[in-house]
């Protein structure tokens, strides 16, 4: 949570504890906080201490002061910063796709945990499961039939089939479990489904900028990243994808249609029905990336394209990766029209899931309260992607650009004068901070004064570590 970092000094501690009461709702817009002297003598601080903290959330926009009444939740967020405008030109030629070391050390910092972790777009480990999900797991293995420990279809089980069917359902996208084969993590079912639909040397239309797990996959396939403009509010622009059809031998499109990473960029229903409809109309297959689809701040998960196919040639993928766990590696796609060549490519490649993760999670999603937790990470993750979105404003030169999302966990920021991301990298890392630089976003060397920043571990002790990286791009304008 907030205040859990073990660096944070004991009035950011403070400060997080209310924070995180502000948005459990415990004070509304408009309520009084206990005084001062109250808060000082229920938890034991100095108070100057509780002082130090109520400061800092009203110069976070938080709280307000009013004379002689005391401290109170601020009824209006402070303004926000301005945001990013449309993506930039692209070369629109296809690039073959070379990124892969710079995205191993990014991957790699995660590991290294006297790094401030901006980078990857790992979810807080503490708005996990993880408690309940291991003594599920536990329990599962006690109890599972023994077959299970010898065999598993290729498509995943029956019980986790019928659960995401039912998470389908919900996204008004009703599917049937038939429909749904189970992966090892979303980055599987990409896999599989660019195998499926292309060959090598094969142009597949992505979105600029675009998740780098995505580039890879290309990259591994031998295949070549056709990069449309996207913009950061309404995603893939079509305008640009129709001349792109018409003018090149597109085989596949990947299109994330809810919260972009690293834009953040959510389609409406009208934009997914006509990239359905146009991909549809010259038979070219959509896969559609939703990993972040359940993570909308508005709490009503956007829709997906997947709903307005008429042909059966979008193949939609997820994973369970953003809100339960990154490393039981479950994930899942509906691979249309494709499933049979697809189920074949995934007996070819490592025969099935691990079946008791599979179980595990099914038994979680059985046993309720996954919407008491999307509930919960939602308005988590909707603060801090605020919270850290303000912070940048705060402590970058002028000049600095940032998305404005209403979903997932990521952040899109334009550095002002052309720094190069990559120099800021190598500064940030030695100084105890780790980033994605905008390079790994794209085939073509777009992003070079771009980043992306993961808000998912944000707290007010990351403040220190984002004045720094401020200073290093200060430094690297001069
Ligand atoms: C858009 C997108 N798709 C896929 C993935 C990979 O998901 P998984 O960890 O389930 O393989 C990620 C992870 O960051 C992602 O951001």
Not at 265 to 288: F, G, H, N, T, Y
Request: net charge neutral; glycine share 6%; aromatic share 6%.
């Amino acid at each position: 949570m907030a205040n859990s970092s073990p660096q944070a000094t004991l009035y950011e501690r403070l400060a997080g504890e209310v924070l995180t009461q502000v948005q459990a709702g415990k004070f509304a817009p408009g309520d009084r906080l206990p005084s001062v002297r109250q808060v000082s003598q229920q938890k034991n601080l100095s108070v100057t201490t509780v002082l130090q903290a109520y400061h800092l959330l009203e110069d976070r926009g938080v709280i307000e002061a009013r004379p002689q009444s005391g401290y109170y939740v601020r009824a209006v967020m402070p303004p926000t910063p301005p945001p990013l405008p449309e993506s930039t030109a692209l070369p629109f030629d296809p690039t073959s796709v070379r990124i892969d070391d710079l995205v191993m050390r990014v991957v790699r910092d995660t590991l290294n945990h006297d790094l401030v972790q901006f980078g990857a777009a790992l979810p807080d480990p503490d708005l996990l499961p993880t408690a309940r999900l291991n003594r599920i797991l536990a329990q599962v293995a006690r109890r599972a039939n023994p077959l299970y420990h010898t065999v598993g279809l290729p498509e995943g089980t029956p019980q986790l089939r019928a659960q995401v069917a039912r998470r389908t359902y919900l996204a008004g996208c009703p599917l049937t479990p038939d429909e749904i084969v189970i992966t090892s993590g979303c980055t599987e079912a990409l896999h599989l489904a660019l195998r499926t639909v292309c060959k090598t040397g094969d142009l597949v239309a992505v979105e600029s900028p675009t998740y780098f797990g995505i580039l890879q996959v290309l990259q591994s396939l031998g295949l070549h990243a056709l990069e449309i403009p996207t913009h950061p509010e309404t995603g893939i622009s079509l305008g640009a994808l129709r001349i792109a059809l018409q003018n090149h031998p597109v085989k596949a499109a990947v299109v994330m249609t809810n919260f972009n990473n690293p834009l953040g960029s959510c389609m409406s229903s009208d934009a997914k029905r006509e990239l359905v409809e146009m991909l549809e109309a010259a038979d070219i297959p959509l896969i559609e990336d939703d990993i972040y689809g359940e993570l909308a701040f508005s709490g009503q998960h956007p829709g997906v394209a997947r709903a307005y196919s008429r042909k059966d040639l979008v193949l939609l993928t997820s994973s369970f990766s953003k809100d339960i766990s990154p490393s039981y590696r479950i994930g899942w796609i509906a691979p249309g029209r494709f499933k049979d060549a697809l189920v074949r490519a995934k007996m070819a490649t490592n025969l099935t899931t691990p079946v008791l993760t599979q179980l595990a999670i099914a038994a979680f999603l059985e046993s309720g309260g996954y919407d008491h937790i999307l509930r919960t990470i939602r308005r988590a993750y909707a603060q801090k992607v605020s919270q850290m979105a303000r912070a940048v404003v705060r402590n970058f030169p002028e000049g600095t650009l940032v998305t404005h999302p209403q979903g997932g966990f990521v952040l899109w920021v334009q550095l002002p004068g052309e720094v190069d991301s990559l120099a800021l990298y190598n500064q940030a890392v030695q100084a105890g901070i780790t980033l994605a630089p905008g390079y790994i976003f794209s085939a073509s060397n777009s992003y070079r004064s771009f980043i992306r920043l993961n808000a998912a571990y944000w707290s007010f002790a990351s403040e220190r570590a984002l004045q720094r990286l401020g200073e290093l791009v200060a430094g690297l304008m001069a």
